[in-house]
């Protein structure tokens, strides 16, 4: 594949613009690839190819396009281990970690869509038993969907699988930062035989060409998921076109440990802070502790985060990589410095390197204890792996400094105690409550309140972002 080319219309394509960027494998420091950076004409010309394709693709009957999909499917399973390879190479992640997490979500986000697929009635009456007044759901065009680099197909699945699913036609712009994963993908729908300007591609900055695939007047919908700043961005210019809108921002999740915690899950659930190098955005990185089990909590936390191995994403293994970027890097070092200045007390991790690691953006996994609500480090989203400790005394207190930040996209709830579980998650702020390290459902709504946005993506849920509903009367 020539990454210096676009997937425009149906084929790779040579840019209009003519400025390029390196991606960078963030183990090394060094360049794996040149990508071209679009400029509007290239932006043009995708939205004018898909907009020439919706006419036909929304039309297409439901069995066609579960065709293709089941196709892509088997395909994407197929080419699994060059997905997980670009992955490892553009942001960081270990094989291991890439083979079984950010390329297993992908394809899960394609089936779970194409299940969702298969059981979704696009007509239906309004009410049951009564035929007269009847529901339409159509695609609603053609979509921008903006990605970033953090747990790239797993993001980028849950638009590209359901936009596809709905009948819409889409430009996919993934992060400048990690687009290879992206250009594999769209290598795969090209060899699934998606017509012609269905799936478009282009590479480029966020706040020019990305920008303008927002305000450009023949995109209906756009699908975001990014920082909180971006998506004010993109909300203020997709206002003028009163465009549909769905954002999956950041997060600053709680992990409430009451006394009654399972200790295995409690340790799992401290990990998972760390996991993909805290670059998670429903990562739990607020650990808001009852005051009783303080102390054994920061032990614990502690031998977790010095356990953790860290190295290269070439390596095998269960360690965790660099973060994926030098721009990362210097902001959660930064953060870090931050959260000791203003009196938090770093218990593990730091600001020095893990031993042997000279070269790459690797960084320790760092606990803080004594951390008060108004730290920087208890509101802002660090997005490396650092855990900020906090002590409650109350299940009020608890819920009340697990409400306290702008954003609400996942909570945690550690405690054998199903009613309490049940009365604490009812008045989280947060679109998801993981109680106990139980996983979710397949085709679960992913999603936020407040900053974390608006958006909710997979299954069922993901499919009804893509479409329109229209109602008829007198239709019996
Ligand atoms: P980012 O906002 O800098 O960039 C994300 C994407 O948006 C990139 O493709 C970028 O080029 C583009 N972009 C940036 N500014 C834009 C603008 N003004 N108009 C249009 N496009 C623009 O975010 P990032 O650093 O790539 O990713 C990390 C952020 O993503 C974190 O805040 C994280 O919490 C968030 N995130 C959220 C979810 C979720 O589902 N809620 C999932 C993963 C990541």
Redesign the pocket.
């Known amino acids: 594949m020539d990454t210096r080319k676009f997937y425009s219309d149906g084929a790779w394509v040579e840019p209009k613009g003519t400025d390029t960027l390196d991606v960078t494998n963030p183990s090394t420091e060094m360049p794996v690839a040149t990508i071209s950076m679009a400029n509007f004409e290239d932006a043009d010309l995708a939205v004018n190819a898909a907009r020439t394709a919706w006419k036909t693709w929304s039309q297409t009957p439901v069995a066609e396009r579960l065709v293709l999909l089941r196709k892509l499917l088997d395909i994407y399973s197929e080419r699994s281990e060059e997905m997980a390879e670009a992955i490892s190479k553009e942001m960081g992640a270990p094989i291991t970690f890439s083979r079984d997490l950010q390329v297993a979500f992908g394809y899960n986000h394609l089936k779970n869509t194409i299940t969702a697929l298969e059981n979704f009635k696009f007509e239906h009456p309004l009410n049951e038993g009564s035929d007269d007044s009847h529901i339409m759901h159509e695609s609603i065009g053609v979509a921008t969907l ?6 790239p197909m797993n ?1 980028v699945m849950l638009k590209v699988a359901p936009a596809l699913a709905t009948g819409c036609t889409l430009i996919l ?5 990690a687009p290879l994963s992206s250009m594999l993908l769209a290598d795969m729908v090209h060899q699934a035989g998606f017509p012609a300007g269905v799936f478009n591609l282009i590479n480029g ?3 020019s060409v ?2 303008y ?2 305000r450009h007047p023949e995109v209906d919908m756009v699908s ?8 004010a ?2 909300t203020r ?1 997709t206002s003028e076109g009163i465009k549909r809108v769905s954002l ?4 600053k999740g709680a992990n409430i440990v009451f006394p009654d915690a399972d200790k295995s899950s409690l340790r799992n659930s401290i990990e998972r802070c760390f996991r993909n190098t805290g670059q ?3 990562a739990p990185t607020r650990l808001l502790v009852e005051r009783s089990m303080l102390d054994e909590t920061i032990k614990l936390a502690v031998t977790a985060a010095n356990e953790m191995a860290v190295g290269a994403s070439d390596k095998e293994g269960s360690h965790i990589g660099p973060v994926a970027s030098k721009a990362q890097y210097d902001k959660v070092r930064s953060l870090i410095e931050i959260g000791v200045k203003e009196g938090a007390t770093l218990k593990a991790g730091g600001l020095e390197r893990p031993d042997g690691l000279n070269q790459g953006w690797f960084i320790k996994p760092t606990v803080f204890a004594n951390v008060t609500p108004d730290m920087t480090i208890a509101q802002e ?1 660090i ?1 490396g792996p650092v855990l900020s400790i906090m002590a409650f005394d109350s299940e009020e207190q608890a819920i009340a400094l697990a409400n306290d930040t702008e954003y609400g ?1 996942s909570n945690y709830i550690q405690t054998a105690d199903k009613e309490r579980a049940r009365r604490v998650a009812r008045r989280l702020r947060s679109g998801m409550v993981e109680v106990n390290g139980k996983s979710f459902g397949p085709g679960f709504p ?3 309140y407040k900053k ?2 608006n958006g909710r ?1 997979g299954g069922r849920f993901g499919l009804e972002e893509f479409l329109e509903v229209k109602v008829v009367s007198d239709w019996a």
């Open positions: 903006i990605t970033p680099w953090n747990w993001q712009k993934p992060s400048q930062v900055a966020g706040s990305g920008s695939l927002c975001f998921t990014g920082s909180t700043g971006a998506g961005s993109i210019d999956e921002l950041g997060g998670s955005c429903n989203e997005f996209l992913f999603g936020g974390s946005g993506e």
